[in-house]
């Protein structure tokens, strides 16, 4: 499997303007989950979905960020209009909970991250 | 809500050495899982180990291995024979069982001089 993909690796935007970031979960899992890293607050979970519907955005900071997955094979977090304050790593990340581990060769519960998309608002 | 607090913002070892990472955590729940996360200068997020509340065995990866101290919450990392390619920022994470939800620590960066 190729991972999780995101798109674009690298963003920079004036303020203002819109931006949309992508996200291609591993084939299968069934969550997905959007992080914001920045050096003042760290890792920040904003939200996840579990098969495609949003289950927890508490972490979104505010109306200008929305999410959306559309299907179990794409996401979208789109921040309109953009602040400079945005600019941070987001990561994506996907996992499957499974109630045997065995099934999977893999751990339950493990979220595999994506590369992250650099967001720059000048 | 949980928090977890790694003390270490910074630690640098020499090669071959082994170095131990501290990590807290504040939890009133009892089934949760611990993990390490290791993110190279690439910033690629990587599982480096995970251990489960209820396992009393302390978990091991190789030349990776933990501390979980239940009862005085704290889950540190011990690096064995560490090597260059060590080199990384390392997470902490916290996630109550069922919740999917990842909480991290602010992180502590490594480096392994040759």
């Known amino acids: 499997d190729a991972g999780v993909i995101q798109s674009p690796r690298h963003e920079v935007t004036e303020m203002g303007q819109e931006v949309t970031l992508r996200c291609k979960p591993i084939?299968?899992?069934?969550?997905l989950f959007w992080y914001r890293q920045t050096m003042m607050r760290g890792l920040e979970l904003l939200i996840y979905?579990?098969?495609?519907?949003?289950?927890?955005d508490s972490g979104m900071p505010e109306d200008r960020f929305s999410a959306k997955m559309p299907n179990a094979s794409f996401s979208t977090l789109k921040i309109q209009p953009s602040e400079p304050r945005d600019s941070a790593v987001y990561f994506c990340a996907s996992s499957l909970v499974l109630p045997n581990v065995g099934e999977t060769g893999g751990l339950p519960y493990e979220q595999y991250f994506g590369p992250g998309t650099r967001l720059t608002v000048t | 809500a949980q928090t977890v607090t790694q003390s270490q913002p910074e630690m640098s070892v020499q090669e071959a050495e082994t170095v131990t990472l501290s990590c807290t955590y504040d939890?009133?729940?009892?089934?949760?899982?611990l993990f390490w996360y290791k993110q190279p200068p690439s910033r690629q997020m990587i599982l480096v180990i995970r251990q489960e509340a209820y396992k009393q065995q302390n978990a091991t990866e190789n030349r990776f291995s933990v501390n979980f101290q239940k009862a005085a919450k704290s889950f540190s990392l011990k690096i064995s024979d560490s090597q260059l390619g060590d080199t990384a920022m390392y997470f902490c994470?916290?996630?109550?069982?069922?919740?999917?939800?990842?909480?991290f620590g602010q992180g502590t960066r490594l480096t392994i001089n040759p």
């Open positions: 084939s299968g899992h069934d969550y």
């Open positions: 979905f579990n098969n495609n519907v949003p289950i927890d």
């Open positions: 994470a916290f996630m109550t069982q069922g919740a999917q939800k990842l909480v």
């Open positions: 939890t009133s729940e009892s089934n949760y899982y």
